[in-house]
């Protein structure tokens, strides 16, 4: 009956912990769950806003770069408006393409509608382009080296031919004439087999007239170089054959001559056959200089490219013109984008007027790796984001050094005025509490967990509790009918027994003796139950007050053994009394103390099943005192013997049926003598008896 209840009571109070606790908890749980959900989005609103505008920034300053690139060009322009031919090798300009890197060439359309390139970067141009003019061949020249030529190609008198040109070389005036007659007197040594004077005359002309140009534009220093080295390559002078194929290949790229492409790849093609030649020695000075003709090479290669680059610009001249609208004042600047063979191209046109037009080519990849890059990366490190930069078809060009793989990018696209390229930003890792939530779910995934298991450590808890609260109000109700019972059995004796001496029914002297006695003895007894009692609630509530005095515990041992020993003389129990003198004096509450040894030698009468002998040993132990109540009874179960103390406690289901008993003497026995700094102890096994120990301190006089 009592558990049935204890069940529905602790059904009821867990509906009222999922009702009260974990519902709510679940909810608030939800609602904040929707609330940061809630912030998150503001806080990735912002950031992206925020990320937009660092685009914006990086694509406006890209924009003012080029702007002021525009402008010095236009400035340059106005303050040096000097003729095409010359502007190809002017300073200014070169300076100007050194100072902007991004600057691949300018060009100049005039009049015509022909766009030119203004730039001394390009390795060759042409051959188309070039201007003849410089390397035609007078009439009246043509005529006086006739007799030579004669000599030399018709005859093949070289001998004549050499003495006719060295003849003629003291009266030529002028680099042209004479660059060209050395030209000719060094061709025949070489015919002669006079390799070291012919050597000597290329050194002549190296030094004196490199920039002579024959025939169609080649540069006599470039022919000189050549030749030098081919005749050192015949003699097996391996070093100064590489060194002078060093010096050209320098030269050629600086450039100092305007070189048309059919002589650029010509030379190009004797500086390779010399360098094959050279390729399988094993010599150390040799290899040296191979590395170093490597070396330059490679940069020359690049420059190859980049003169393709300017070059495939100019020769697709249509689509700039096609592009170009004219108009509109000095400092208006139209920039187009125009693709070529797959490369895109970025080009400016300042405002000119109906007869000059300039222009600025920029190199996109010049502008991706030497303007933009930094820029960005200095946005970055402020702003604190992770960056790519793709072209037209998604390709990447550029990107920053770790790019985050789940979180959403913006995207900003470059306007039409600048290369296609799409900067995509990603947000960095912007603290601890974006980048907590950040991880999204996850986080809330813990959160909940974190809820539920102190939801189920909530209810663990109050179950515990519940369970506590359940057993002693079993143990109370236990307890109601237990002391009920105690009370009962004493009176109805008491009663039965007057009732037969109020009327008369005892007649016998000695049997109405017997009767008082029995009478006496019950009504001790209950008043021993009912003292128990009203100390235990006494204690429960903590006003249970001692009245110590100082005294011998000796007699009121003694007493108590006594007393046991006439009431239960009938029952057979035989109780001996052994004190250990000198006992030293104690400070004791008398009743209380009374209520101990009575509580302990009850229990040893009442758990002594068969046997029936009880030994009560008072001794001194050191400055203490033992009082100890040994019986042959039943004994108590190793795991029981802390229990016992407990309030309500009864060891042994199937005792507690057969002998009475409330669960609460030992309690108030404990509690008795710690209240007197003492301690109580339990030796005892099971069907062997148990020995209770009351170890109480003595006092010092
Ligand atoms: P009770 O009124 O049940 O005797 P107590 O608090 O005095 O209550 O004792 C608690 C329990 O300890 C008893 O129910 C009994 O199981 C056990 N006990 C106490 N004294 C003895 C003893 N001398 N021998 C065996 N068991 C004992």
Redesign the pocket.
């Known amino acids: 009956m009592i558990k049935k209840k204890g069940e529905i009571q602790r059904r009821r109070i867990i509906v009222y912990y999922v009702l009260a606790i974990v519902l709510p908890c679940l909810i608030l749980g939800i609602l904040a769950f929707r609330g940061i959900k809630n912030d998150q989005a503001l806080v990735e609103r912002e950031q992206r806003r925020d990320l937009l505008e660092a685009g914006q920034q990086i694509i406006e300053e890209t924009d003012t770069y080029l702007s002021s690139i525009e402008n010095s060009l236009a400035d340059l322009i106005d303050t040096a408006t000097i003729p095409q031919e010359i502007i190809f090798n002017n300073s200014l300009l070169s300076r100007f393409s050194a100072q902007y890197q991004a600057v691949a060439g300018i060009f100049f359309i005039s009049g015509g509608g022909v766009p030119s390139l203004l730039n001394n970067g390009l390795l060759y141009i042409p051959d188309h382009l070039l201007t003849v003019s410089h390397g035609a061949v007078s009439r009246s020249r043509h005529f006086t080296w006739e007799r030579g030529w004669q000599f030399e190609f018709r005859k093949k008198d070289y001998q004549k031919a050499l003495e006719y040109y060295q003849g003629i070389l003291p009266n030529v005036t002028g680099a042209q004439s004479r660059g060209e007659i050395l030209n000719a007197i060094a061709r025949i040594q070489k015919k002669l087999k006079l390799d070291d004077e012919a050597l000597e005359t290329y050194d002549l002309i190296w030094n004196d007239y490199p920039h002579v140009f024959i025939q169609n534009k080649i540069p006599l220093g470039a022919v000189a170089l050549v030749e030098k080295s081919l005749l050192h390559m015949e003699r097996k002078d391996t070093i100064p054959a590489l060194k002078t194929i060093h010096l050209l290949i320098s030269q050629m790229q600086i450039p100092v001559w305007e070189l048309g492409y059919s002589h650029y790849a010509n030379f190009l093609s004797n500086i390779e056959e010399i360098i094959f030649r050279c390729e399988r020695s094993t010599e150390e000075e040799t290899i040296c200089w191979l590395q170093r003709i490597w070396s330059s090479k490679d940069s020359l290669s690049l420059s190859e490219k980049h003169t393709e680059y300017l070059l495939a610009f100019l020769g697709n001249s249509d689509v700039i013109l096609d592009d170009i609208e004219p108009g509109g004042g000095r400092n208006n600047c139209r920039r187009y984008k125009t693709s070529i063979n797959g490369r895109s191209y970025l080009f400016s046109i300042l405002a000119g007027n109906e007869y000059e037009q300039w222009g600025l080519i920029m190199d996109p990849g010049h502008l991706l790796n030497d303007t933009i890059r930094p820029l960005i990366l200095n946005i970055a490190e402020q702003s604190n984001f992770c960056w790519e930069v793709t072209g037209l078809n998604g390709e990447l060009l550029l990107k920053s050094a770790f790019i985050p793989e789940d979180t959403p990018p913006v995207y900003v696209m470059f306007p039409a005025n600048l290369p296609s390229w799409t900067l995509t930003i990603y947000p960095g890792d912007s603290g601890l509490f974006v980048s907590l939530f950040r991880r999204g779910e996850g986080l809330f995934f813990y959160i909940f967990v974190a809820i539920l298991i102190i939801l189920a450590a909530g209810l663990f808890f109050t179950l515990q509790t519940v369970n506590h609260e359940l057993h002693l109000s079993r143990m109370k109700s236990y307890f109601m009918s237990?002391v009920s019972h105690e009370f009962k059995s004493p009176l109805t004796s008491i009663r039965q027994m007057a009732e037969m001496l109020v009327r008369g029914r005892v007649p016998s002297p000695e049997r109405q003796q017997k009767y008082y006695t029995t009478i006496l003895q019950q009504s001790e007894r209950l008043s021993h139950l009912i003292d128990n009692i009203l100390d235990f609630s006494k204690m429960e509530e903590g006003q249970k007050t001692f009245r110590f005095e100082r005294a011998k515990i000796t007699a009121v041992v003694k007493d108590m053994v006594e007393s046991f020993q006439k009431l239960t003389a009938d029952e057979g129990f035989q109780i001996s009394l052994d004190i250990s003198e000198p006992l030293p004096d104690m400070v004791f509450d008398r009743e209380a103390m009374e209520q101990v040894i009575h509580?302990?030698i009850?229990?040893?009468c009442?758990?002594?099943d068969e046997s029936r002998t009880i030994d009560v040993h008072l001794y001194p132990k050191g400055s203490r005192i033992v009082i100890s109540?040994r019986?042959h009874?039943?004994?108590?179960r190793k795991e029981?013997q802390d229990k016992?103390?407990s309030r309500f406690?009864?060891?042994?289901e199937e005792?507690?049926q057969t002998?009475?008993?409330?669960?609460?003497?030992?309690?108030?026995?404990k509690q008795i003598v710690e209240a007197h700094h003492g301690e109580v102890t339990v030796e005892?096994s099971p069907g062997k008896?148990?020995i209770?120990n009351v170890i109480l301190p003595g006092s010092q006089k």
Not at 649 to 652: D, F, H, M, Q, S
Not at 659 to 669: D, M, P, R
């Open positions: 237990t509580n302990l009850d229990n040893a009442k758990y002594s109540v019986d009874g039943i004994g108590i029981d016992i103390f406690y009864r060891a042994g005792l507690s002998v009475k008993g409330s669960g609460i003497g030992l309690t108030i026995v005892s008896g148990s209770f």
